[in-house]
């Protein structure tokens, strides 16, 4: 399948859009067209594990690979997993269903993608003959970095550098990040938010001097961020999986709607929704679910998206963006493919930090979306209120989710079956959480003893991975400040060079 860029250059193969990330044009890749899930391929599914699932799936898009060989990929990138499905759906109440995506190596969904995205990445240059080494950038709020980093750590002529704000993520995740090993692993906290971060990093990808500079000492950059279709694609898989083990389970009859509720920040998540309901599959609406960043709510809300406003530092740390970067492939959608279209609004994104779209049009094209944002106090109140009802622990993030999912059965009395998917493990974010389910309690501070407790009053077991991080030295301990981030790349992989 050919893909082009949000901002008019292709086509590629899906194969160079991954080795890119980034197009040239400063644009995002998308498939030409949406392949279609016929009725029979999809009752077919209940048959078979994920990995098999994802396979199927993911070479409707990436169709020079076989469904063997992808296969293959996804059983070693699955394997990694603590569950034996990477994707299990856990019913909490009458049609109320929770998608737990945080099994695997860093207890957040960005690993479904991550532990796969090596394997898509070294099939990509051998199918398009690159044999120069890659450098991966990538610029985190605090879940994709360590997920990124596992994945690539010490994978054959591969360098990563991960970007984070230095103040903005959780204790956990920043531990998680600068405990990394490996060779080939560089971390740099940035005096900033994720937004200069991000920032940094598409500066980079479309600057010529840095990239020939990379390009004279072998390397060819590439991104690990949701921008990159190669992250995307694995993440339309669970959408679909959840669908059919609703099925599977007799939950729903055969082709019955389902919503989906999506704590959402950069948009890649719930924007792979969006892609498997373009594929056929009986997805009603997608709710997208903010924390007290809420210019995605305002958007769905208003047409105007507007990055111009404060910027809170909350509990669910991944969703506190400003400038969501996926949102650029659905407006696509919304202005009919138009590239010239996206490319006005990205350019006024980028001179006045927003750009409207015309209420009706939105309504009219994008019918299925819902939006709402939830304070702090809402979030801890849900942590606690679920806890209570349902003895199941909420993270911050899938907290915010179901803040939505009430706020959205208030309004609408909606009786379909609805998913929340589950973005990390309560167990990330431990001090929060439990001063959440336990207001009355000495407040602890330290987050492994916070684990502790918090293992002790709940059936859900603190993971290995997170609990053995106290016993790891620090690895990485650069600080930049914002103006410096391209030196410190540069210096970080290339030394004194
Ligand atoms: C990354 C992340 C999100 C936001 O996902 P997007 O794809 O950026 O919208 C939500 N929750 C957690 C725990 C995350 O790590």
């Not at 994802?54 to 063997?68: H, M, N, P, Y």
């Not at 994978?155 to 970007?163: D, G, K, Q, S, Y």
């Not at 959480?433 to 009355?440: D, N, Q, R, W, Y």
């Amino acid at each position: 399948m050919d893909f082009y860029s949000t901002r008019g250059s292709g086509p590629v193969s899906g194969a160079r859009a991954i080795i890119d990330g980034l197009a040239k044009d400063g644009g995002l890749y998308v498939p030409s067209s949406f392949p279609k899930i016929t009725p029979e391929e999809l009752r077919d599914l209940s048959y078979k594990q994920y990995y098999e699932r994802a396979a199927f799936v993911i070479t409707k898009f990436l169709d020079e690979f076989t469904e063997d060989e992808m296969a293959d990929y996804a059983e070693l990138a699955y394997f990694k997993f603590d569950n034996l499905d990477p994707a299990p759906l856990v019913k909490v109440d009458d049609n109320m269903y929770i998608l737990e995506l945080w099994h695997g190596p860093t207890c957040a969904f960005k690993d479904v993608a991550l532990t796969l995205l090596p394997h898509l990445l070294s099939g990509s240059k051998k199918k398009e003959n690159v044999d120069k080494k890659t450098l991966i950038l990538v610029a985190t709020s605090g879940d994709t970095g360590k997920a990124a980093l596992e994945g690539f750590k010490d994978v054959e002529n591969t360098e990563i550098v991960c970007l984070y704000p230095s103040e903005g993520v959780s204790e956990m995740q920043k531990l998680q990040m600068v405990t990394t090993g490996g060779k080939n692993t560089h971390v740099i906290g940035i005096n900033g938010n994720f937004d200069d971060a991000q920032r940094a990093v598409k500066e980079i990808f479309s600057s010529k001097e840095i990239n020939e500079l990379f390009n004279k000492h072998g390397y060819e950059l590439s991104s690990a961020n949701s921008i990159n279709f190669g992250r995307l694609v694995p993440q339309i898989v669970y959408y679909i999986s959840a669908y059919v083990d609703l099925y599977t389970n007799n939950e729903i009859n055969y082709n019955d709607p389902v919503n989906f509720v999506v704590p959402s920040g950069n948009f890649g998540n719930i924007l792979a929704a969006y892609y498997a309901k373009q594929m056929g599959i009986n997805i009603k609406n997608l709710i997208v679910a903010s924390n007290k960043n809420n210019v995605l709510t305002e958007f769905f809300e208003t047409g105007r998206y507007d990055a111009n406003r404060k910027f809170y530092k909350t509990i669910s740390p991944s969703m506190d963006i400003l400038v969501s970067s996926n949102l650029e492939r659905l407006i696509y959608e919304v202005e009919d493919r138009n590239p010239e279209a996206v490319k006005k609004l990205m350019e006024s994104l980028k001179e006045f930090g927003t750009y409207s779209i015309d209420m009706k049009t939105l309504e009219k094209k994008l019918p299925e979306f819902y939006a709402y944002s939830t304070t702090e106090e809402e979030t801890k109140e849900v942590i606690e209120n679920v806890f209570d009802e349902y003895g199941y622990l909420l993270d911050p993030h899938t907290a915010v989710a179901v803040s939505a999912y009430m706020n959205y059965m208030n309004e609408f009395f909606d009786d379909i079956p609805t998913v929340i998917v589950s973005t990390a493990s309560p167990y990330k974010f431990p001090v929060d959480v439990l001063k959440a389910v336990e207001p009355e309690a000495k407040v602890e501070e330290d987050p492994f003893k916070a684990i502790k407790k918090l293992d002790n009053i709940s059936a859900m077991d603190a993971p290995k991975s997170i609990k053995e991080l106290k016993e790891l030295p620090i690895n990485h301990t650069t600080v930049v400040d914002k103006e410096n981030i391209k030196e410190a790349v540069i210096k970080a992989v290339l030394g004194d060079k």
